[in-house]
């Protein structure tokens, strides 16, 4: 586990280096701090021998009082600064390594994103976070405290009260450095498990808040009810096993405390009737113990939340550790723009080694300013050869060339921002409509914003929302029906105008007069530009340079629509009768 740990690129470590002044002068702080709190008990104990003995008048009385209120007052600034210098550097360093992880999760490939849940990435970006926070702050005072003002405490002790007295009241201190070690190894495999399943929970209420209308349209409130139960039920319990522990360790920290304060009671008070010690030094060594309780209490709190630390980073490290696997070619070739030529060779592919291929020997070529349809049933890799040409995974055999170029040599940002791409899912952000229009050009003006609207034929739909372009769409545009959905996401990829423009089935929940709008608006503005339009409709692909049709990942027809349609039996034609006989079918009724 050790080993692993330190094989892994340091994260932390950079940060601290950073920041190492700031804490320097945190902890250079708190020392004064501590050492300046070490002279209030002495100066209490003066003051009880002085009135014992009745050897100190009034004013002797008012000058040692000063001195404790200048002692309060030193302590109180100091307490301001060292937690300026270091919560304040802690809650700086969270906040960079929330920025570095939220662009660390940016570079990794689509695969990791279909493996991992949202609520586990969430996780990191909360409790994980705060647990280290809490580590690098408050408990680098809780254990500094722990350590060195103890050992003031103990010098003071042992030079100014009992050498003897010291030493039993070690005994105790022995005893919770002992259990702390078990104590906070425990406590790191329990908290991890503890994140793990605050995980599944979030991932668990997330689903089901983005799937509400589809629980309630199946009604499954009930059967989802119980799965969070049981999520719930698990977290509960992994949560107990950590605040278990934590309670468990408490009680017996503080007994060993009383202990330590009956060691002192009972011999210091058998040192003091003996006279080998005054009253007044048995006072102050009384009040040095009750300095010694929030260190050792201290310490406890510092092994429970470093523990924590040492966990929630270990999470983070999980991220870094998780390879990119597509990445910019390390010798890339010297390209800035692509003009939309497009040729695929012998590609195969399939999305896991354990899965069959979705792609089998593919070859098709794409001219610039050509329009290539794409149709064939569910599952035959429509939507495999979108992913491949946006390069969001790779092919395991055969080539992709964009411009003469293979994809693999061309930069990830110069070929993602050559192509606009309209997928399945439609994601809407919960923004405005015009924050979504304009999402792929920011700064884009509100004209051109209309233009890509009245092309994807929603602005008359836009213009009747309440307020218009500035209208908020929801969480994932759910306020929006699909076609206003499907028709807002044509109009982002339009305003971006590029070389290559890729339609994933991009047309299905819109009407045929509204689909008809939108391709006759495509065939002005896209003339000269290359477009790939996968569709299940023929009349969607009638006007389209080239089609070719799938079946089970294979080329199984291409050709224009006249050529396919003059095949007897073909697939295509057999496609296009049968959506012929269904819409006479829907006019008869």
Not at 8 to 36: H, I, K, M, N
């Amino acid at each position: 586990m050790r080993k692993a740990r330190e094989k892994r690129p340091p994260l932390l470590r950079p940060l601290l280096r950073r920041y190492a002044g700031s804490y320097l002068l945190g902890l250079l702080t708190l020392f004064l701090v501590d050492y300046v709190n070490l002279f209030i008990p002495q100066l209490m104990g003066e003051v009880t021998d002085g009135l014992a003995v009745q050897g100190m008048d009034a004013a002797g009385v008012l000058s040692l009082a000063l001195r404790i209120v200048l002692c309060g007052a030193v302590v109180a600034v100091g307490r301001f600064f060292w937690r300026y210098f270091l919560f304040g550097s802690a809650r700086k360093i969270e906040r960079e390594l929330r920025n570095r992880l939220f662009a660390r999760l940016e570079t990794l490939s689509q695969r990791y994103f279909n493996e991992h849940k949202t609520g586990d990435l969430m996780s990191y970006f909360t409790n994980d976070l705060e647990a280290v926070r809490v580590a690098i702050g408050p408990e680098v005072v809780s254990a500094f405290d722990a350590v060195v003002l103890t050992m003031l405490v103990l010098y003071r002790m042992l030079t100014y009260v009992s050498v003897e007295l010291t030493l039993y009241c070690l005994i105790p201190m022995g005893v919770i450095a002992f259990f702390g070690y078990f104590f906070g190894e425990a406590m790191e495999r329990r908290y991890a498990k503890m994140q793990k399943a605050f995980a599944l929970l979030s991932d668990r209420v997330q689903e089901s808040l983005s799937g509400e209308r589809v629980i309630k349209a199946f009604v499954q409130e009930q059967r989802e009810a119980e799965a969070f139960r049981q999520v719930n039920e698990h977290k509960r319990r992994t949560t107990l096993d950590v605040v278990k522990l934590d309670m468990a360790f408490g009680p017996v920290l503080r007994l060993l405390v009383g202990v330590t304060y009956v060691i002192a009671i009972v011999v210091g008070g058998r040192l003091t009737l003996a006279g080998e010690m005054s009253l007044g030094r048995f006072v102050a060594f009384n009040l040095y113990i009750g300095s010694l309780v929030w260190p050792m209490l201290a310490l406890g709190d510092s092994i429970t939340y470093i523990s924590q630390g040492v966990a929630g980073m270990q999470r983070i490290h999980e991220v870094y550790d998780a390879q990119p696997e597509i990445t910019d070619s390390p010798e890339p070739d010297d390209v800035t723009a692509l003009s939309g030529e497009i040729e695929l060779e012998h590609v195969s592919f399939r999305f896991r080694e354990d899965l069959p291929d979705c792609l089998r020997d593919l070859s098709v070529r794409v001219a610039p300013g050509e329009t290539l349809a794409v149709m064939g049933r569910t599952g035959s890799g429509k939507t495999a050869l979108v992913s491949l040409l946006t390069r969001s995974y790779d092919i395991q055999s055969g080539s992709i060339r964009f411009d003469g170029h293979d994809i693999q040599n061309i930069p990830l940002r110069v070929l993602r921002e050559n192509i606009a791409c309209v997928p399945q899912d439609n994601f809407l952000f919960s923004d405005t409509v015009r924050g979504n229009i304009a999402f792929g050009k920011p700064g884009a003006e509100q004209e051109e914003i209309v233009r890509a609207a009245v092309a994807a034929d929603i602005h008359d739909n836009i213009m009747d929302f309440p307020e218009r372009y500035d209208t908020v769409v929801g969480e994932r545009g759910v306020t929006l029906s699909g076609g206003q959905k499907q028709r807002s996401s044509i109009a982002r990829a339009l305003l971006k105008d590029s070389p290559i423009l890729i339609l994933d089935d991009a047309l299905s929940a819109v009407d045929t007069d509204t689909e008809e709008t939108i391709l006759r608006n495509l065939k002005t503005l896209r003339a000269g530009k290359t477009t790939i339009l996968i569709a299940h409709r023929v009349s969607t692909v009638a006007n389209a340079d080239h089609i070719l049709v799938l079946e089970e990942g294979r080329v199984r027809e291409y050709g224009s629509h006249a050529e396919l349609m003059a095949i007897p039996g073909g697939v295509f034609r057999t496609m296009a009768e049968k959506q012929q006989l269904e819409r006479q079918l829907d006019l008869e009724d």
